[in-house]
């Protein structure tokens, strides 16, 4: 199952609101993943069942979707939210990720 | 709370075989799938493959011919190696661990591999 995230790219300011969409080439129901990643660090899982908020993640993250498109939304960007989002989808082997997208100031 | 650590080779030359090893500490071993990821230059995450503590393994089709994950339950840990290397497979290496929901909840520090004449 191919994931392809849009933006690649995105450059915000802070207390911007941003939302990054994955979407699955077929129907996974709510079987997604998001992960952050900061550099020379190892992802953190921030969102699972395409909706539910992992514990210690503040609640400005949220998800939605099902079937085949998601999204990941910052309500409102702090300073430590400048990393990269993967999504991951747990529906069939092999498990695959998104590209990936940059979330710079 | 749960620790992976892992540790390797981190400067390989092509046709070489990476070997890569990680131990699970403060908890337990036996319940979960141990899992491989990588994270290439520019790229995505990758899923290589996992093995659980009886040995079963599952591995990503697009590098099965290249990869054997294998486990040592007396030590609480696996590993991965991963032969024929090119330079295509330069990452950032990381072990996993994934839990019945098939969420990768803890990981390793990551290891960066390069692959280089």
């Known amino acids: ?105 | 709370q749960v620790q992976l650590r892992q540790w390797g080779a981190r400067l390989l030359k092509p046709s070489e075989t990476l070997s890569l090893t990680c131990t699970v500490s403060g908890g337990s071993f036996s319940d979960f799938w141990w899992s491989w990821i990588r994270l290439p230059p520019g790229k995505g995450l990758e899923w290589i493959g996992e093995i659980n503590r009886s040995g079963s393994t599952n591995y990503n089709p697009s590098l099965k011919s290249r990869v054997t994950v294998s486990v040592d339950t007396s030590k609480n840990q696996f590993s991965l190696k991963l032969s024929s290397l090119t330079a295509a497979d330069t990452a950032i290496y990381y072990c996993a661990r994934k839990e019945t929901g098939s969420l990768f909840d803890c990981w390793g520090q990551g290891t960066l591999v390069t692959v280089s004449s």
Not at chain 1, 11 to 35: E, F
């Open chain 1, 1 to 105: 199952i191919q994931l392809t995230q849009s933006p690649s790219f995105l450059s915000a300011s802070v207390g911007d609101r941003v939302t990054i969409t994955c979407r699955a080439s077929q129907d996974i129901s709510t079987y997604l993943a998001w992960y952050q990643r900061k550099p020379g660090k190892a992802p953190n899982l921030l969102i699972f069942g395409a909706m539910s908020v992992e514990n210690g993640v503040p609640s400005r993250f949220s998800g939605t979707g099902s079937g085949t498109e998601f999204t990941l939304t910052i309500s409102s960007l702090q300073p430590e939210d400048f990393a990269t989002y993967y999504c991951q989808q747990l529906n069939s082997y092999p498990i695959t990720f998104g590209q990936g997208t940059r979330l710079e100031i």
